[in-house]
């Protein structure tokens, strides 16, 4: 079915172009624009839409996932997600782009969700810990966890 939807994409490259803005913003760490999508887009959708006709069916994919096949890859596989490098939901410029395993994409997001752990502690380059599911965690409040159980642990061998 891959095959299908790939040749599918091919079929509106020019509708796909039209659809994008090659002047976007050029966003930290990038040295190239990003390509912004000026297609369809709802209020809760980040990433926008594009709807192909895939024999008598109509399919929705993201524009990112679009682009990625008419730069030449392949729609990625279960497991495994396109990651925005740039950052920016609505970039559809495949340099922009890498394919990720899910866990690892999980761990891009993750890690930058928010500024503080639910406590306070500020996340930095020696905090989060990420964990074996690829959770964020707070060393810090991972240490002071620790570190009560091994007192509690302490005080019942004492006695």
């Not at 209020?43 to 730069?71: E, F, H, M, Q, S």
């Not at 890690?111 to 599911?133: K, Q, R, Y």
């Amino acid at each position: 079915m891959s095959s299908k939807v790939e040749n599918a994409i091919k079929a509106v490259k020019g509708r796909f172009e039209k659809k994008v803005d090659k002047n976007g913003p050029l966003m930290p760490g990038m040295i190239s624009r990003c390509w912004v999508w000026l297609g369809v887009s709802s209020l809760n959708d980040i990433y926008g839409r594009l709807n192909i006709k895939v024999g008598d069916r109509w399919l929705l994919k993201t524009p990112y996932n679009c682009a990625w096949v008419l730069a030449g890859g392949q729609l990625p596989p279960p497991g495994f997600n396109l990651h925005h490098l740039c950052k920016n939901t609505q970039c559809v410029n495949p340099h922009h782009l890498a394919m990720v395993t899910a866990t690892g994409h999980r761990r891009f997001h993750i890690i930058v969700l928010s500024a503080t752990c639910p406590n306070g502690h500020p996340f930095n380059e020696v905090n989060p810990l990420v964990d074996g599911n690829g959770y964020r965690r707070c060393r810090e409040c991972a240490n002071e966890s620790r570190q009560r159980y091994n007192e509690r642990r302490g005080q019942k061998h004492a006695a």
